[in-house]
């Protein structure tokens, strides 16, 4: 029986249903050996840096991930780098699939002026810097101000502007990065303002993300029920409304209701409103968005436009999929056709394949429907058996699964003890020696 050598890149939601989907399709006649890569010493991707802390149910789906690496024909390198410390060609001369499962991590960019003054970030920077990615522990983030700005009308602005607006002791009992914690309890920020430059017909919030809005217990969510009742308004104009959107609207609609405490937090949702410009001396200091309206069904800019006094402004407008040595990107994605890669054995699954779309389930469908393309594409002769460690460069110390086993369970461990999940390490000189 032909045993196919599998390579995932990436241990993130993708990269592991890509190894669930495998194992399962093994039969009397089919088997595979499945290596996954990944950069960083901690693996599950933004299951441990994108979800947010105050979400630990999302991040119960690692399970799933443990099961599938508990399988012995799987097999873990984690702090390895692929494009780097081993070349694509490589991988692909080596096995006889490699699959790409490796997101994406940029943050669209505005462009608009002042996009890149100091206190402008982007949600790819803030987002993994509150969740303790290495790359973004000793990110600035100027909390100094009374007011930030998150723009964009998505799942990851909701969660920028509610770990910015909730008050922080809300988070001492989450997996919030140490430092990150630390800063927001000493954040001035009392506003923060969430703008979408469409309706709140069009936001692409998804409705239980609005509904926990008015349970945040020491922050007022802020919506006026003229601009919900216009949204409805436009929404039946336009047509029939379907099940998602009627119960968005219902959301918004309970929002606007709810009775506010007059607690010092808040979070108010600015709609119609496209960011034009940063302005500053040095820093962030306001945001002036251009006023858009609708008309005919089209959203057009009036030409007027307002201020918002703020030191910090979030971008949460999508992202695009960070270069990889010998890989070819087209439109932020790596160039597919439904995940395979024409003329290579390299497939791709995930964000990195159809863009920031859809939630870590998505990737479950994803990668099943890739796996049968793969499966069908597989020659009749298994490539020879080769040990990859040969081509790892000496001196690179390799995260396996026991090791990595070793560090999840002394961040567990030390988490226990503050009556948290996890206390997240984010050196990865530490890591590496935990995991020792
Ligand atoms: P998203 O859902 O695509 O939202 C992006 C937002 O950015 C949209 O409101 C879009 O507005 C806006 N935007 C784009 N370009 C803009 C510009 N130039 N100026 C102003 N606004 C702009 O993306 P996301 O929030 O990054 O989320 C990515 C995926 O992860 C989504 O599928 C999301 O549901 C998922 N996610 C889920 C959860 C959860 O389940 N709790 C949490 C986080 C993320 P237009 O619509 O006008 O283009």
Redesign the pocket.
Known sequence: MPQYKIAIVGAGPAGYFTAQALQNSQSDGLSFSIDMFERLPTMWGLVRS???PD?PK?KTVAKVFEKVASEPNFRLFGNVEIGKDIDIEELCARYDAVVMCTGSAIG?K?GIPGEDLPGSLS?AQFVPWYNGHPDFASLDVPLDGTTAVV?????????CARILAIDPSELDSTDTATAALQALHTSSIRKVYIA???GPE???F?AP?LRDLPKLEHTDVVISKEEVEAAHIRAEAAGEIEKHLASNLEAWRLIAEHPHSGHDREMEFHFLA??KEFKGDGRVEEVVFGINEIKDGKVVDTGETYSIQANLVIS????EAAHINGIYFHNGKIDNEEGRVLGTNIYTVGWAKRG????IGTNKSDASDVVKLLISDLPEQARPDCDITAFIPAGIQIVDQASWTKINAAEVAAGEALGKPRLKETSIEKLLEMGK
């Open positions: 994108g979800v947010a979400h999302i669209k505005l949600a723009i964009g009308a998505g799942n990851v602005a909701m969660d979408g430059r469409r069009h936001a692409a998804t993300e496209a960011p949460a407008i999508g992202y920031p779309s859809g939630v």
